[in-house]
């Protein structure tokens, strides 16, 4: 609904600023009392500065998720056509939230514990959002950044992260990086941890000293009783760390028991191409009893079959080409020529040879043709043959990338099924999806550059809580959807009753506050699905969107 402005109303010194979909970011954090939270926390004297702690925070979530690419030192440049008292608080001007003001609140929360406060501020909010944490998906990512920051340091500060070289996912290896480590709930794949890794951290390590540090304490706080990561979980050592949990992993294929396992069942399994099939059993490793469960997927072998043939290909031609080679070459007896022909057999796995008897060539020293009745001077060897295909080889290699195992140590097939194991499995996109989201080129996250190391530790904690924001709103949008049993237009018109935050923030776009007065503003340019929306998430969101809560338009 937009509210006119009579013609001859209009003055020079009316405002007009952008609110677009910050209202709904504001209204979440805020309805969270993530503000509220990190101000009670963390000790700070307002009579020395304007802007509290959690008031930064804010800036910089909305900086974050506002999709303009903005870095953080441009935050004032980027709120100068926002109503920021309407969204930080009152008295907060643009220029108050400078890079000094930002740096300092991001000082505060390293000095807290990035880790620590972010645990506290997540379970407040699942708690608030109503969210059953019983099962967690553990995964971690890396980011680059440029500076050398501590990389050439010799020692670095206990608790300080290393920004320096290492496997990257990013695949830009010429750069330092930074890596996040994430634990997301199973809903609405909301981050219930986070923690900020050193560019050279292993998964294997960094997931075991997650299980002995913060697994327990998610039990205890917020009743974790699952928890679920890719291959780099499954560790002796981190499985004989994880007894206060059940836990889902996938086996990695560099267990020598996985390739035996899949060569015993997956004829059977692959018998019926076309078709999906699994075959539980029960397994001992690291001295736990489990129960692994060998999936078979069509999708899995169709691309396997691509795969292998491209490769197979490549390589018999790339074989095929050394042994014409070999044929080429002359020896001086047989017995050279065979000792060549074995030597190039033991390196191959993919093909076999069928020996011709080699060739004896006559040489002669001379120039010119040879009399008729001359003997040589010498003879060479040559061999003779072809290659063939072998075809075990290649069906062993398709059993295995058609099969893949997962693991667990719940051993009750009749509450926890080998379907309910795999749909558990499949949900670890959810913690995936969170990684994309924050690195999408539009996020803060495309070029991370700050003073310090512990600064950029901290800034790893407002990434993950504008990552918090984005799932959360979206799980509320859908769940209000839902019990008032409406639904929202999508990007064709077609009304649905699950639309994502990212198509809801470009919806809101557009949509301006106007100010008449110092005290008195009107919202424009809000449609009538809108405004369903914003009344079904409630009250306060409805008050950012009227124009009844700006105070001071800065006129």
């Known amino acids: 609904m937009s509210t006119s402005i009579p013609p001859a109303k209009v003055s020079a010194s009316y405002k007009s600023y952008n609110l677009d979909h910050l209202g709904l ?100 909010a699942v708690k608030k959002l109503g969210l059953d944490c019983r099962i967690g998906h553990l995964d971690s990512t890396s980011f680059h950044t440029d500076g050398r920051y501590n990389s050439e340091d010799e020692e670095v500060e206990d608790g300080v992260i290393r920004i320096t070289k290492g496997y990257s996912r990013d695949h830009r290896p010429d750069l330092n990086q930074i890596g996040l480590q994430l634990i997301c709930e199973n809903q609405a794949g909301i981050p219930v941890l986070m923690e900020s890794l050193s560019g050279n951290s292993v998964d294997k390590s960094s997931f075991n000293d997650v299980i002995n540090t913060h697994i327990g304490q998610l039990k205890t706080d917020l009743g974790c009783e699952y928890l679920i990561s890719d291959s780099a979980l499954y560790t002796a050592k981190s499985l004989q760390d994880m007894n206060h949990c059940f836990w889902v992993s996938r086996v990695p294929e560099t267990i020598k028991l996985t390739h035996d396992i899949i060569a015993q069942v997956a004829p059977d399994l692959m018998a019926t191409p076309e078709q999906k099939s699994v075959r539980s059993l029960g397994c001992t490793y690291a001295d736990i009893p489990q129960r692994w469960v060998v999936i078979y997927s069509p999708e899995a072998r169709y691309r396997a079959t691509k795969t292998l043939n491209k490769n197979t290909l490549k390589q018999t031609t790339a074989l095929n080409k050394e042994f014409k080679q070999l044929c080429c070459q002359n020896f001086s007896c047989q017995e050279d020529a065979e000792k060549a022909l074995q030597t190039f057999k033991k390196k191959q796995t993919l093909i076999d040879i069928i020996v011709e008897p080699f060739e004896k060539i006559a040489r002669y020293t001379g120039s010119g043709r040879p009399k008729k009745e001359q003997q040589p001077d010498r003879f060479d060897y040559q061999i003779r043959g072809r290659i063939q295909s072998l075809i075990q080889p290649y069906v062993t290699k398709l059993q295995r990338k058609s099969c893949f195992i997962l693991a667990t140590n719940q051993l009750d097939c009749v509450h926890f099924s080998s379907e309910d194991l795999i749909a558990l499995y499949k949900e670890q996109q959810k913690v995936e999806r969170g990684f994309r989201f924050l690195k999408d080129p539009l996020f803060m996250a495309s070029n991370i550059f700050l003073k310090s190391p512990k600064r950029i530790m901290a800034l790893m904690m407002i990434m993950t809580l504008c990552l918090l924001l984005y799932a959360a709103l979206e799980y ?30 470009q919806f809101f776009s557009g949509i301006h506050v106007l100010c008449l007065t110092p005290h008195q503003a009107v919202v424009l340019n809000l449609n009538q699905h809108q405004a369903l929306l914003l009344n079904l998430l409630g009250e306060r969101y409805e008050k950012l969107y009227s124009g009844n809560g700006v105070l001071g338009c800065g006129m």
């Not at 304007?50 to 903005?70: D, E």
């Open 25 to 124: 970011i504001a209204g979440l954090y805020d309805e969270l009392g993530i503000g509220e939270c990190i101000d009670t926390l963390i000790p700070q004297d307002l009579e020395q500065r304007t802007l509290s702690v959690g008031q930064a925070v804010k800036a910089m979530v909305l900086n974050g998720l506002g999709f303009t690419q903005s870095a953080l030192y441009l935050t004032p440049h980027f709120f100068q056509d926002k109503p920021v008292e309407l969204l930080i608080g009152p008295g907060i001007q643009a220029d108050d939230l400078n890079d000094t003001a930002l740096g300092r609140s991001m000082d505060s929360i390293y000095q807290y514990g990035a880790t620590e406060l972010y645990s506290l501020i997540s379970s407040q």
């Open 476 to 505: 509320r949008i859908r769940q209000a959807l839902k019990q008032a049993k409406k639904t929202f237009p999508n990007q064709k018109g077609k009304a649905i009753p699950n639309p994502t935050a990212r198509w809801v923030f």
